[in-house]
C-alpha cells in the first residue's frame, strides 16, 4: 500500500522542485512542457501523493507497465528515465533513499527504434527538391525547404531562425549563429552559409513581417515562424512523406559527402561539425575546432550538387501566389 506523504515530500512535489531546478538548462521550452506533461499524465494520477521515501520497484513497475499496456514502448522508457533523475534527486536532498526506477528499468519491454526516413542518394535528393519546387503553395514553404536542405540543420533550428543571427555581411565567410539556448546540445552553432543560400535569404526578405527568417503567413500580424509541421506537410503533399523526412536532410547529407569521390582527409569531422554533433570520447573534449574553413567549402559543394538544374531561388519566391495554401 502507498504510504500518504506530508507536504514536500510526495513524489510529485520532489518531481515539480527538480523540474524547476533543472528545466532552465534545456534545450526548448516545449521539451520540458513534455516532460512535466508525461509526468502529469502517467505518473502523478498514480503515484503523485506517495511519500517518496516508500515508493517501492514493484509500484514503479506497474505503473511503467500501464505506459507499455497502452502501446507507448518509447515513452516507458523516457518516463522510466525521468522518474530515476527525480528519485536521485530526491536521494540528494535527504527525502528519498532508493531509486526504484533505476532498478526496474531492465524489466521493461525493449522499444523498437525506427530511424528518420531518408533518401541517401544525390538523384533521390534533387528528385525530392524538384517535387517540391512544382507544388503550387506560398512561396516561403519552398523556401525554407531549400534552406533546410542546404544548410544541414535540424528543422526547429531553421523554423525559428531570426534575422540577427544572420551574419551575411562584413565576414569572410557569412554565418548563421544559433544561440545555445536553441542547439539541443545546449552549445552555440555557428554554420557557414554558401551562396544559394544568401541567395534565399534575399528571396525571402520580401516576406519578412518582423524577427524570423521564414515567418507564418498565415498569422502574419503575431510575427511567429512557420508551423512545426510544415516541413512534414510539404513534404506529404509532394508525395515523398513516407521515404524522407524533414530531419532527413542530415541523414542525406552525411552519407552523400562521405561517401563522395573527392572527399579529404579529415572531412569527416568537419561533416560532424556541420551537424552540430560532439565528436566521441577525448577527442571530442579537446578539439574543439569549428572547421569552419572546409565546412563552408563542403557545404557549397553540396548546395552545388543537391541544385544542379534547380531554378534559382528569386525565381522561387515568385512561382505562386502568396494568397495560396500549404
Not at 98 to 122: K, Q
Request: some cysteine.
Amino acid at each position: 500500500m502507498i504510504d500518504i506523504a506530508q507536504p514536500g515530500s510526495t513524489f510529485e512535489a520532489v518531481a515539480r522542485e527538480w523540474h524547476k531546478r533543472k528545466s532552465p538548462g534545456w534545450h526548448s521550452a516545449d521539451y520540458a512542457a513534455d516532460v512535466m506533461s508525461q509526468l502529469e499524465n502517467w505518473v502523478f494520477r498514480h503515484l503523485g501523493h506517495a511519500d517518496i521515501r516508500a515508493i517501492r520497484p514493484a509500484e514503479m513497475l506497474a505503473v511503467l507497465r500501464r505506459i507499455e499496456d497502452a502501446g507507448f514502448l518509447s515513452t516507458a522508457h523516457r518516463v522510466c528515465k525521468t522518474c530515476s533523475a527525480v528519485f536521485v534527486f530526491g536521494i540528494a536532498s535527504e527525502r528519498a533513499e532508493i531509486d526504484p526506477a533505476a532498478m526496474v528499468r531492465l524489466a521493461l519491454t525493449a522499444s523498437r527504434v525506427t530511424p528518420r526516413r531518408a533518401v541517401t542518394s544525390l538523384a533521390e535528393v534533387r528528385a525530392l527538391l524538384h517535387a517540391v519546387e512544382k507544388l503550387d503553395c506560398i512561396p516561403i514553404f519552398k523556401l525554407a525547404m531549400r534552406f533546410l536542405a542546404i544548410t544541414t540543420a535540424r528543422p526547429a533550428m531553421v523554423l525559428g531562425a531570426t534575422w540577427d543571427e544572420i551574419k551575411a555581411t562584413g565576414a569572410n565567410i557569412p554565418t548563421w549563429r544559433v544561440p545555445k539556448e536553441r542547439m539541443k546540445m545546449r552549445d552555440e552553432c555557428v554554420s557557414p552559409l554558401p551562396g544559394a543560400a544568401l541567395d534565399i535569404l534575399a528571396a525571402v526578405k520580401p516576406f519578412r513581417v518582423d524577427r524570423f527568417v521564414f515567418p507564418d503567413w498565415h498569422q502574419s500580424n503575431q510575427d511567429r515562424p512557420l508551423a512545426a509541421n510544415c516541413f512534414n506537410r510539404v513534404l506529404e503533399r509532394a508525395g515523398w512523406h513516407d521515404r524522407h523526412s524533414a530531419h532527413g536532410f542530415r541523414s542525406s547529407f552525411s552519407t552523400i559527402m562521405n561517401d563522395r569521390p573527392g572527399a579529404q582527409p579529415g572531412d569527416e569531422n568537419a561533416i560532424e561539425a556541420q551537424l552540430a554533433h560532439k565528436l566521441p570520447g577525448v577527442k571530442g573534449i579537446y578539439n574543439r575546432g569549428r572547421y569552419i574553413e572546409r565546412r563552408s567549402e563542403i557545404v557549397s559543394e553540396w548546395s552545388s550538387l543537391i541544385l544542379d538544374g534547380a531554378p534559382d531561388a528569386i525565381w522561387l519566391a515568385g512561382y505562386a501566389l502568396p494568397s495560396a495554401a500549404a
